[in-house]
C-alpha cells in the first residue's frame, strides 16, 4: 500500500507530517510519488486562516474525482481542520474515509485498520495517551524540525491554535537533547527548535535560553534556528544566547501583529509597541546585523485608519528583513471572530497591499544592503528552477542561489552577495569552508 501526504501550513504541520510518514512507513506503507500512484492520500490540514481552509476544501472536491475512478483509495485528513470540523467534513464529503485531529495522528495506522475492517468512515479527534512526540521520517538530509513543544496556552484572541492544538505540553529536555544528539550522528547540520511559542518552554529548571545553550554543545551540529518567538516573554537572555553562543543563528521571528496598543490589547497579545521595540533594540545593540521577520495582521475588528498607521510607522522603525502579512479572518469560536465591529473587505484589501508593498521594499533595501559582502552559506541543495544553480541559507535565514557542483549540498561555503531581490539573494562561492559534500 503506497500513501501520499499533502500539507498545509505552518512547521509544526510539516514536523506532523513527518510523524506520520514514519508511523506509516514502521507499518509497512510506502511512499508514493503521487496522489495518483497512491492507495492513501493524507490531507494534514491548517486552520489558521480561512484562505488555507478554501485551499483544503478545494483539494476535497477535486479528489472526490480521483476516487470515483480508484475506488479503493483512501482518504484521510487530519491536522487542525480535522480537530476543528471532525465528523462535519464527512457529511460535507463523503467519499472521505477517516478524519484524525492534532493528537490523534499518532493513532493513524490504527484507524486505517479499522476503517477497512469496519467498512465505515473513521473520526477520531481524541487525545490519546501516547506522547505527541512521535519519531519522524525525515524529508531532508541536512536541517531538522524538532518540536520541543506543542499546543499553546495564549489564547490570543483572533487564533485558533490552542482549540485545535490544545493546551501546551513540553517535551522532555533529555528526550529533545538525545534527538539532537542522533541527528547529528546522522549527519544533520541543522536544526530549527519548533513550538507555538519555544520562549514558554520549561523542563524542571531548563528554560528556552538554557535549552540553547545545552543544544549548543552537541557536536556536529552548526546551526541552531527557532520558531516561534511570542513577544510577550523574551527574556534578555535569549538576545544574549543569540549573540554569544556559537551556534545559534542571528535570526529573531518574532511576530509584531500590529503597532497598536489598542490593538494590541484588543488581541489579547500582553505586550505593547514599546516593549516590541525594546527588544529589537535590545538585540540590534547586541548583534547589528541580525534578521528580523514579523508577522502583521491587517483589518482586525475595530481597528481604524490611525490604529492601521501606527502598524505602518512600526514597520518603517523596524525596517524588518521579512514579513509576513495577512487580513483577518473570524476563526469560528475565538473571541475575536464574535467582536463586532469587523473591517469590510475592501478596506482590509487595500492595508495589505499598502503593507505588503512596504514590507516588501524594505526587505530589498535590507537585502540590496548585503551587496558585495561574503556570507556563510549552508548548502540545501539544487535550485529546481536553474540548472546548475545551488541554493542555500545564510546564517540569517536569507535564500541565497549561485553557481556550484552538487558536492557541496550539506557543507558550507562563502559566498559572496552580487545581487538581491526582496525574497532571496544570488552570489558566487568564494571559498569551501567546511564540512563534506553529500549528494
Ligand atoms: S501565541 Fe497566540 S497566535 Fe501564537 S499559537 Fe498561541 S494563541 Fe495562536
Redesign the pocket.
Known amino acids: 500500500m503506497r500513501f501520499f501526504i499533502r500539507t498545509y501550513g505552518c512547521q509544526m504541520n510539516e514536523a506532523d507530517s513527518e510523524r506520520i510518514a514514519r508511523l506509516l512507513v514502521d507499518e509497512g506503507y510506502l511512499p508514493a510519488r503521487s496522489e495518483e500512484e497512491a492507495d492513501l492520500i493524507v490531507l494534514n490540514t491548517c486552520a489558521v486562516r480561512e484562505s488555507a481552509e478554501e485551499k483544503v476544501w478545494g483539494k476535497l472536491g477535486r479528489l472526490a474525482q480521483l476516487k470515483r475512478r480508484k475506488p479503493d483509495l483512501l482518504i484521510a485528513v487530519g491536522g487542525c481542520m480535522g480537530q476543528a470540523y471532525g465528523g462535519r467534513i464527512i457529511e460535507r464529503f463523503p467519499h472521505v474515509d477517516l478524519v484524525f485531529g492534532t493528537r490523534s495522528f499518532v493513532e493513524l495506522p490504527r484507524l486505517i485498520r479499522l476503517r477497512l475492517e469496519s467498512g465505515r468512515p473513521v473520526v477520531d479527534i481524541s487525545e490519546p495517551p501516547k506522547s505527541p512526540f512521535a519519531p519522524q521520517l525525515r524529508a531532508d538530509r541536512i536541517r531538522a524540525w524538532v518540536p520541543i513543544s506543542t499546543g499553546?496556552d495564549?489564547?490570543?484572541s483572533y487564533?485558533i491554535?490552542?482549540y485545535v492544538r490544545g493546551r501546551l505540553i513540553n517535551r522532555p529536555v533529555d528526550e529533545i537533547v538525545s534527538e539532537v544528539e542522533r541527528l547529528a550522528e546522522e549527519g544533520y547540520k541543522e536544526i530549527t527548535l519548533l513550538g507555538?511559542?519555544v520562549n514558554s518552554y520549561r523542563w524542571g529548571d531548563v528554560d528556552f535560553p538554557k535549552l540553547l545553550s545545552i543544544l549548543n554543545e552537541v557536536d556536529g551540529i552548526e546551526r541552531i534556528r527557532f520558531v516561534?518567538s511570542?513577544p510577550k516573554d523574551v527574556p534578555e537572555r535569549l538576545l544574549d544566547a543569540i549573540a554569544e553562543l556559537e551556534k545559534v543563528c542571528e535570526h529573531l521571528h518574532l511576530?509584531a501583529q500590529s503597532g497598536s496598543n489598542s490593538v494590541l490589547k484588543r488581541m489579547n497579545r500582553r505586550y505593547t509597541r514599546e516593549r516590541y521595540l525594546r527588544i529589537v533594540e535590545g538585540l540590534r545593540r547586541r548583534v547589528p546585523w541580525a534578521a528580523i521577520t514579523t508577522d502583521l495582521l491587517v483589518g482586525f475588528p475595530g481597528e481604524t485608519d490611525e490604529e492601521f498607521e501606527e502598524t505602518v510607522k512600526l514597520v518603517e522603525e523596524v525596517r524588518f528583513d521579512y514579513a509576513f502579512c495577512y487580513k483577518f479572518s473570524p476563526r469560528p469560536g475565538t473571541r475575536a471572530a464574535e467582536m463586532g465591529d469587523q473591517v469590510p473587505e475592501e478596506v482590509k484589501s487595500e492595508r495589505l497591499k499598502k503593507l505588503i508593498d512596504l514590507t516588501q521594499r524594505i526587505a530589498l533595501e535590507r537585502n540590496e544592503e548585503m551587496v558585495g559582502r561574503i556570507e556563510e552559506v549552508l548548502v540545501e541543495g539544487e535550485n529546481p528552477k536553474v540548472e546548475g544553480e545551488l541554493k542555500g541559507r545564510t546564517r540569517t535565514n536569507k535564500l541565497v542561489f549561485f553557481r556550484g557542483d552538487r558536492r557541496m549540498i550539506g557543507s558550507t561555503v562563502k559566498v559572496r552577495i552580487r545581487e538581491a531581490s526582496y525574497w532571496y539573494l544570488r552570489g558566487e562561492v568564494e571559498d569551501e569552508l567546511r564540512g563534506a559534500g553529500r549528494s
Request: proline share 17%.
Open positions: 499553546c495564549n489564547f490570543c487564533c491554535v490552542p507555538q511559542n516561534t511570542h511576530p
